[in-house]
């Protein structure tokens, strides 16, 4: 190849080289353009809608049941040997009016879906070597439990959870037993009978 067809050469490759290094930096821009049309289209969603879109990650969406129930304003006997309903007379927040706290004291499933239920019985003077088996009951019947044995005659708080799939109008109720040798009361209170739901997310 003689001197003038290198240099030829040599130039044509530069000229397609620039070529293509312009075509790269308007990719590049049109990249960034695309980022910040992006982020402009964000910018311009109202404060409401990011609001909503926040409590629905979190679970706080309105329509979501949430629930807690506890017993007030007195002690409740429960005879011994006996499973007896717990009177849940009292709501620390009940955001779909699910709870039924003056007459029947049981949770109604508006919504289908799964649900977790924990909920916590607090019985004072329980006598050493005795059960106290807290329950969860789905439409009338025992769903789960759990027996807490006593190792010392002693006050006694004993809780129960599972998650528990319902159907529109399923209902849940707390019960609770006990073998002491005599009637024994559930002590009232926010934070010593209580019961708390919460619809999952799907």
């Known amino acids: 190849m003689t001197p003038e067809e290198q240099t030829k ?3 044509i490759f530069a000229e397609q080289l620039d070529e293509r290094i312009k075509k790269l930096e308007e990719k590049s821009e049109e990249i ?3 980022e910040i049309e992006k982020t402009k289209k964000y910018e311009d969603i109202p404060t409401d809608i990011w609001r909503k879109i926040e409590n629905l990650w979190l679970g706080n969406i309105s329509g979501i049941s949430k629930v ?4 007030a304003t007195e002690a ?3 005879p011994t040997g006996v499973e007896t309903k717990i009177q849940l007379n009292a709501e620390s927040y009940d955001s779909q009016n699910e709870f039924d706290s003056t007459t029947n004291y049981r949770f109604t499933a508006t919504k289908a879906g799964y649900y977790l239920v924990t909920a916590t019985i607090y019985m004072p003077s329980v006598e050493d070597g005795k059960v106290v088996a807290p329950a969860i009951y789905k439409n009338g019947g025992k769903y789960s439990s759990y027996r807490h044995l006593v190792a010392a005659a002693d006050d006694m708080s004993a809780s129960v959870s599972d998650i528990i799939y319902l159907a529109v109008g399923d209902y849940i109720e ?3 037993g006990h073998n002491n040798s005599v009637d024994k009361n559930i002590w009232y209170g926010e934070g010593a009978t209580w019961m ?7």
Not at 68 to 71: D, F, K, L, S
């Open 174 to 176: 707390l019960y609770v």
């Open 68 to 71: 807690r129930a506890y017993r």
């Open 32 to 34: 960034k353009l695309t």
């Open 76 to 78: 409740q006997s429960i």
């Open 196 to 202: 708390a739901i919460h619809k999952l997310p799907a």
């Open 9 to 11: 050469s040599l130039r």
